[in-house]
């Protein structure tokens, strides 16, 4: 099984570049940058990296991400993250970034984009990894700082291709975002978000009816409302969902306790994705590992979540049947 999983080529549909950020690099550009991080060693970090819930997650990971200061840090970033996608076979990748933590701190909207553009242009080159970027507003913000956001977004348009939300999703339900969201439909934008990671099914449902998003990030709740999974399952909405990231925010006890293949074997439309791989103890291949060590998985339902991740994405028709070639031939 771990063989077919690394031989299969991979869609990732769910990925944080700022959670890409392993501890290693965070030190080089603490250093490089002269800015302070609470850490002395690399063991410091990891026995920090040892959380209750997503808030205590988000703390840490938005502390990270400050030592990013220039566009070189931003393709440094992105530049390891492709390399982790060489080593697991991921060749096609849609890239979360999230402005706000960025330019709250003075960096400016180009600085970031520009960097992240310019890695995963060399990626397409040098490797043949194709890839888009989804720019996410941060929900526990104003929807008027996501109206600004989407603004400065205006002059990179040709460079994003989605928005997304996500941060505290407790208490920030995505009614709060109505009109940024309506704002970035009408400007031609894909729509996902967050939704049903900690909070309840009403989230999905918002997200769904009041954002028009296209596909959830999570979305593991769902199985809390028999309605809900008819229609997720009806209407093959995807759910991009991250495993390890569910089990070190204690969404889940352990992996045995994880819902996807009780979400699959019902016929939903779900993926496996790495959510922050720094933070959460690997890259899309040790998810599917972890899922197959505790999990009776089987060989098909391997497939059909590969599968699932290139047919929910959002490149052409012409380029799925490619990629979907590619897996079938690695079969
Ligand atoms: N930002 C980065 N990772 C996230 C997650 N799992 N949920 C919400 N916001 C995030
Ligand atoms: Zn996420």
Do not use: W
């Amino acid at each position: 099984m771990i063989d077919l999983i690394k031989r299969l080529p991979k869609a990732e549909l769910h990925l944080h570049i700022e959670g890409s950020l392993e501890p290693e690099l965070m030190f080089t550009l603490a250093k490089r940058n002269n800015i302070q991080i609470p850490y002395k060693t690399i063991d410091d970090v990891k026995a920090a990296y040892n959380f209750t819930n997503l808030q205590s997650f988000l703390d840490i990971y938005y502390a990270g991400a400050n030592v990013l200061i220039t566009k070189q840090d931003f393709y440094d970033l992105t530049h390891e993250y492709i390399l982790k996608c060489v080593e697991d076979n991921v060749i096609h990748t849609e890239i979360f970034f999230d402005p706000q933590s960025h330019t709250s701190r003075g960096i400016s909207f180009e600085t970031v984009i520009t960097g992240i553009k310019e890695a995963l242009a060399d990626a397409k080159e040098k490797y043949g990894i194709t890839s888009c970027i989804i720019m996410c507003f941060l929900r526990h913000l104003s929807q008027e700082d996501a109206l600004e956001t989407l603004n400065q977004a205006k002059a990179f348009k040709s460079d994003i291709l989605g928005v997304g939300l996500d941060s505290s999703e407790l208490g920030n339900p995505p009614s709060k975002f109505i009109e940024v969201f309506k704002k970035a439909k009408e400007q031609g934008f894909k729509l996902v978000a967050h939704a049903g990671e900690e909070a309840d099914v009403s989230y999905i449902y918002e997200a769904l009816d009041l954002l028009e998003i296209q596909r959830i990030d999570h979305g593991v709740q769902s199985i809390k409302s028999a309605k809900l999974m008819q229609r997720l399952k009806q209407e093959q909405i995807p759910l991009t969902v991250c495993p390890n990231s569910n089990i070190e925010l204690k969404v889940f006890e352990n992996y045995k306790e994880h819902n996807i293949k009780e979400l699959l074997d019902y016929g939903l439309n779900v993926s496996v994705n790495s959510d922050d791989p720094a933070y959460f103890k690997g890259y899309i291949n040790q998810n599917f590992i972890n899922l197959c060590e505790n999990l009776p998985l089987t060989k098909e339902d391997i497939i059909t979540l590969v599968k699932n991740s290139f047919n929910s994405s959002f490149i052409n028709d012409e380029l799925k049947k490619e990629y979907i070639l590619k897996v079938e031939k690695a079969i």
